[in-house]
């Protein structure tokens, strides 16, 4: 395998002069890349959800009891108690995990409507 210049175009190296190793290396960085990103969605999606059940107990504990006399603050009240379920079934929606059919053709990546950087798509690719 020729040695290159690190400044050089690599657009022009054929690609059976790129070593396996590197080419393994690069998905495998990749893929813990991805994974670690998810793993921080999941994390914000579940501190969402913890905090706004926690606010959405409490209000709806201290509220219930003290109805008769919070009656000008009843429409704040819903009002919150909404954006607060709001928020949890967006989080819950969040850390749904997404599919992909892993079917990528030569004009999806020519259009750029798809990637083979991603797990899913180059999954079914044959070698």
């Known amino acids: 395998m020729p040695k290159h210049n690190h400044y050089e175009d690599f657009s022009k190296i054929p690609l059976q002069e790129f070593h396996d190793t590197g080419i393994s290396a690069f998905f495998r960085v990749l893929s813990n890349n ?7 969605a999941d994390n914000k999606a579940n501190i ?5 059940t ?12 003290n109805m008769e006399y919070w009656q000008n603050l009843f429409v704040p009240i819903i009002m919150f108690l909404l954006t607060s379920l709001l928020t949890i079934v967006f989080a819950v929606l969040a850390t749904r995990p997404n599919f992909v059919k ?3 053709t ?3 990546l ?4 798809s990637t083979l950087f991603f797990f899913g798509n180059f ?5």
Not at 34 to 40: A, G, K, P, T, V
Not at 48 to 52: L, T
Not at 56 to 62: D, R
Not at 110 to 113: F, I, L, P, R, V
């Open 110 to 113: 020519d259009n750029k409507k």
């Open 102 to 104: 892993g079917i990528v």
């Open 34 to 40: 991805l994974n670690q990103q998810n793993i921080l």
């Open 106 to 108: 030569q004009n999806d």
């Open 48 to 52: 969402m959800i913890s905090i706004n």
């Open 54 to 65: 926690v606010v959405l107990s409490l209000v709806i504990g201290s509220s219930a009891r």
């Open 123 to 127: 999954t079914s690719l044959s070698l």
